[in-house]
């Protein structure tokens, strides 16, 4: 059974910086792609940042240059860096795995940024 545990939510000033952790148990980010991606109320979930088993990342252009996801394979955990926080990035972020055709999801941390 594939779990996904986020933490590293919370309140922010804007400029600040935050950092999400995803650990996994049942899937291996090592050889299968990890991400985040954020839903702000009325509104779709959107693709944050990804990495794949090889190590190729992929961001949305409203964070890039501000945002850097990475991995640790001994803990089976993905990180997700935030920087220069804006109150637009104010959202629940959900940590995400794909296998194959299956998509796995965290239960979602809230991320405010106040201006």
Avoid at 8 to 27: D, E, K, N, T
Avoid at 36 to 58: H, M, S
Avoid at 77 to 100: H, I, S
Wanted: glycine share 14%; charged share 15%; net charge positive.
């Amino acid at each position: 059974q594939v779990q996904l545990v986020e933490s590293g939510g919370g309140l922010v000033q804007a400029g600040g910086s935050l950092r999400l952790s995803c650990a996994a148990s049942g899937i291996h980010f090592s050889i299968n792609v990890g991400g985040w991606y954020r839903q702000a109320p009325g509104k779709q979930r959107e693709l944050v940042a990804t990495i794949t088993g090889g190590g190729v990342t992929n961001y949305a252009d409203s964070v890039k240059g501000r945002f850097t996801i990475s991995r640790d394979n001994a803990k089976n955990t993905v990180y997700l860096q935030m920087n220069g926080l804006k109150p637009e990035d104010t959202a629940v972020y959900y940590c995400n795995a794909k296998r194959a055709s299956w998509n796995y999801w965290g239960q979602g941390t809230q991320v405010t940024v106040s201006s």
